[in-house]
C-alpha cells in the first residue's frame, strides 16, 4: 500500500469513529474546520514523506580521511578510512534529513515504507562491518585479546532496529559510534593505551567472505520478485552431508507483492553503505592490494554497486513479469548485486592467492 493511500485510510478511520461517537456531524460547520485542517495535516504529511524518503547523498571518503587528519591532528594509519567510513555512515543515517525512521511511531515516518527499509540494509553492512573489526580486523591472532571500545561498541550497533523507548535504537547506535571514534582516536597511539588494526589480506578476505553472503542473499530475494522454481541444491557437492529438517527438492519461491519495494530498498541501502565501507578498505588495505594487483577488482566492485544508486524515475518500484511489458526494478538491482557479488568472490580468490 502505497503513503498515500496509508495515511488516507488513517484519516478516513478517524473521521468514522467521530462521527459514530456523535462527536462530529457530517453537516457541522466543526465538521468542515476538521476537515480543511485535516486536509491541511495530510499535505503536510505527505510532503514531509516525500522529502524525508529521499537517500542522502553519497559522501568522498578520501575527502573525510583527509578533513579528519587535519582536524584532529593526528596522522592516518591503517584502520583510520575503514574506520571512519563506518562512523560517517552511523552519524549520516541518524543525521539524515527525518532522522531515523525505522522506529517510528508518529506520521510522517509511521506511514514510511521505502526509507526504512533503506535504513534497515545500511544498518546490516554496518553491523557486519563492526562484527568484523572486533573480531578479526583488530586482533593479530584467535587468542589476542579484544579491543575494549570495540567490544562496547559492536553489541549497541546490533541493538534492535526499532525500539522506541526505553532505549531508543538511535541513543544505541550514538553510543555505538561514540565508542567507534574512541578507538579511532587510538589507533595512531603506541603502547598499551593504543589500538591496532591489521591491514592483512586474510583479514581483509573474512570481512569480503560476510559481504559475500549478505549480497548472495540479496540478489536470491530480489530476482524471487517474479516468482521462479528452484532445486534444493543446500547439500550439494557433500555426499554425507545432512540437514536437520528436509526440504523439498524443487520449490517455487516468490517475494510477495508487498514486500518487492522493501527488498529493493533494502538492497539499495545495503549498496549504499558498502560504497563508502570499500572506499575506506581501498585507502588502508592499498599496500596488500597493489601487491596482489587487485585494486582494480576492487574498483570495479564499487562501480557496480554505485549502478544501484541511479535515480529511480518511476513514482513506484515497477514489477514486471521477466521479458513482458513492464520493467522488473527488483530484476535491475539483482543484476548489479550479483555482478558486484561475482567480481567479490574473485577478488577473494585472488587475496587468497600466495
Not at 453537516?27 to 485535516?38: N, R
Amino acid at each position: 500500500m502505497s503513503v498515500i493511500a496509508r495515511i488516507r485510510s488513517f484519516f478516513q478511520q478517524a473521521k468514522d469513529a467521530l462521527v459514530l461517537s456523535g462527536f462530529l456531524k457530517t453537516d457541522s460547520p466543526t465538521s468542515k474546520v476538521v476537515a480543511g485542517v485535516g486536509a491541511l495535516y495530510v499535505i503536510i504529511i505527505i510532503v514531509l514523506g516525500i522529502w524525508w524518503s529521499a537517500a542522502p547523498p553519497a559522501f568522498d571518503m578520501r575527502l573525510k580521511t583527509q578533513n579528519h587528519a587535519a582536524t584532529s591532528g593526528q596522522p592516518l594509519v591503517p584502520g583510520s578510512a575503514t574506520t571512519l567510513a563506518l562512523i560517517e555512515v552511523i552519524d549520516t543515517l541518524l543525521e539524515k534529513d527525518g532522522g531515523y525512521t525505522h522506529n517510528d511511531l508518529l506520521p510522517p515516518g509511521l506511514f514510511m515504507d521505502n526509507m526504512p527499509n533503506w535504513e534497515y540494509g545500511v544498518l546490516v553492512q554496518s553491523r557486519d562491518l563492526a562484527r568484523a573489526l572486533r573480531e578479526v580486523l583488530s586482533r593479530s591472532q584467535s587468542q589476542s585479546r579484544e579491543d575494549v571500545d570495540l567490544t562496547l561498541a559492536e553489541p549497541r550497533i546490533n541493538f534492535q532496529s526499532d525500539s522506541w523507548i526505553l532505549p531508543a535504537s538511535e541513543r544505541e547506535y550514538r553510543s555505538a559510534n561514540k565508542y567507534l571514534k574512541a578507538y579511532l582516536a587510538r589507533l595512531p597511539e603506541r603502547g598499551s593505551e593504543g589500538a591496532q588494526f591489521y591491514a592483512r589480506a586474510d583479514n581483509l578476505g573474512f570481512w569480503l567472505g560476510m559481504i559475500e553472503k549478505r549480497l548472495g542473499s540479496l540478489s536470491q530475494r530480489l530476482s524471487a520478485s517474479v516468482g521462479q522454481r528452484r532445486l534444493n541444491t543446500d547439500l550439494a557437492g557433500e555426499p554425507t552431508a545432512a540437514a536437520a529438517t528436509d526440504d523439498p527438492e524443487d520449490e517455487e519461491i516468490k517475494t510477495p507483492w508487498s514486500e518487492v519495494d522493501d527488498v529493493f530498498y533494502e538492497s539499495r541501502g545495503a549498496a549504499w553503505a558498502l560504497i563508502h565501507f570499500l572506499k575506506g578498505a581501498e585507502i588502508d588495505f592499498a599496500s596488500v592490494l597493489e601487491k596482489k594487483n587487485a585494486r582494480v577488482s576492487l574498483q570495479q566492485i564499487i562501480r557496480e554497486l554505485e549502478a544501484t544508486q541511479a535515480t529511480v524515475w518511476s513514482p513506484i518500484i515497477l514489477n514486471g513479469s521477466g521479458f513482458g511489458l513492464w520493467a522488473n526494478h527488483s530484476l535491475v538491482m539483482a543484476n548489479y548485486i550479483s555482478r558486484a557479488n561475482a567480481a567479490l568472490i574473485d577478488l577473494r580468490e585472488l587475496l587468497a592467492q600466495g
